[in-house]
C-alpha cells in the first residue's frame, strides 16, 4: 500500500539498527530477506509482516497528516522487533518477564559465514557481508548478518 514505507526511506525505518556502509536495513527487507533465507525455526514458520507499524516521525505521531509519498516521514513504517542477544529461544506463551534469557530472541548471534561470503552483498538489504570473519567492523555488522544467513 502506498501509506507504507516499504523502500526504507521514513527517517525512522531501520533506527534500531546499526549504519552499514552508509545505509540501515529497511524493516520490508529484513521480512523478505528472513523470507528469502528459508529461515524456519519451529514455532516461528511463517513468521512475516502482520500488518502493525510502528509511531511515525516527529509530530507526525500525533498529527492527521495523510501519508504522503513525497513526504517519507508521513509513511507508516512496518514494525520490525528486532532480535534480542543470545541463543534463539522457542516461542512460548508463557515466557512473561522471565530474567534468565531475552524475551525475543527468535535468532542464534552467529551468522552462516559461508552463505554470505556466496551472496557477496547480493541480499535484499544491499550490504556486502563476505569477508565478515575478518572485517575490522564484524561486531557491528554481525548484528544484521544474522537476519541475511542465519547459522
Known sequence: PSWIDVDGKSSTNGINFPV?????????????QLKDTGWAEPGWND??????VEARAGAYNI???PPDPAKPDTL???YFAPDDPGDAQMPSSSYGNEAKYYNNSYL?????TVKLD???GDNRLGIDFSGL???PDKATKEQVAKYVAPA
Open 47 to 52: 513468521t512475516g509482516w502482520k500488518g502493525c
Open 133 to 135: 570473519d575478518s572485517d
Open 20 to 32: 552499514i556502509d552508509g545505509k540501515r536495513p529497511n524493516h520490508m527487507a529484513l521480512f523478505r
Open 108 to 112: 542464534s548471534d552467529a551468522s552462516d
Open 76 to 78: 507508516f513504517v512496518p
Open 63 to 65: 498529527s492527521d497528516t
Open 118 to 120: 556466496k551472496q557477496k
